[in-house]
């Protein structure tokens, strides 16, 4: 009887690790993402701490003076847009109204196939709501039972809105704190994790090379990705306020926002302001006009600029950084788009430095 190759038996164990280790990161997401986030943050301030701390500046005080700074900033730039977001808000209303209007003179006469089958969709409904209103006979001794629809409630809504939103402060706060600790504790937790890593030299200079290797390229992607993605949101501010779109601050800020999740936030800018062109221009050439606008900037940026700025190091396979995007989104939701990228680069830096690893770097890099 042949024999089973060793590497045979080790398929399912592998599996069975893979599987669960994906059922605990979905399981317990609400640790893991507030983790990730004041890691990601923490590296992504580290040098600064660093340099402040060589010119005598503590370090608890340079941490907390530069996450002052940023919270300070991102709400004063929330402060100054809410009456521009507020008012793009107020305008969904006429938006969708005039919309409507521009389908009706975009698609041609009463005649055409859409009115008609819209015709037969309303009489297909009013026949199901004339046959529905007519009562039943009811069985003698069976009491009918009418179920009424709740009606809206203002309190539930409020209700749900506080607490969306308090959930969002506290998770704020729980990675602000991380962050903070981690850089006020500086190089603790690498020289633990160092003398962790075995007792021969080999295994800790690994280690060390591995951690180097990881703060280094989650460092300059964050770097790089800042810088893009300010570029992008001041190259698309000017560009629609060129065509003359309305909120094109608000489509900036986005947009830079959005120049963070490779790929899908580059489709959703373009989808999203073609659609406010078309909704304010009524025209399909201003739309796509828009569109291509915003499309033609962030394909500069993300295969020309990034690229360059990144350099072949820290690049991956087109293919795998977009299904790695798509598996931690479906992980976890929205912040698995933002945090999916510096998650792989972290992978990559590990199966490049590990032996048994290696042929999986090999497949990830570019």
Known sequence: MARIPTEAHNVPLILLTVFAGIFILDWAQTVFIPLMLGVILSYALSPLVSLMSKWHIPRAVGAASLLL????????????????????????????????????TEWGSSKGAIENVQKAADQIEHAASETAAIPKPVPRGVTRVQIEEPKFNIRDYLWNGTIGALSFISLAVMVLFLAYFLMVSGDTFRRKLV???????????????????????????LLVQVLTSVLVGVATWLAFIWVGLEHAAVWGV?????????????????????????????????????GTLSLVINSLEGYLLSPWLIGRAGRMNAVVVFAGILFWGWLWGAWGLLLGMPIMMGIKSVCDRVEE???????MGD
Do not use: C, W
């Open 69 to 104: 700074l940023i919270v300070g900033g991102v709400g004063s730039m929330a402060y100054s847009l809410q009456d521009e977001t507020a008012s793009m808000i107020q305008t969904l209303p006429d938006a969708a109204r005039k919309f409507r209007q521009t389908l009706r």
């Open 195 to 221: 003398r962790l890593s075995g007792p021969t030299l080999g295994k800790k200079k690994i280690t060390v090379q591995m951690l180097n290797e990881i703060s280094t390229q989650i460092q300059h992607y």
């Open 254 to 290: 986005a947009a830079a926002v959005l120049n963070l999740i490779p790929y899908l936030g580059a489709i959703i800018i373009t989808v999203g302001s073609a659609l406010v062109a078309f909704l304010q221009f009524g025209s399909t050439g201003m739309a796509l006009t828009v």
């Open 357 to 363: 690893f290696k042929p999986v770097g090999e497949f």
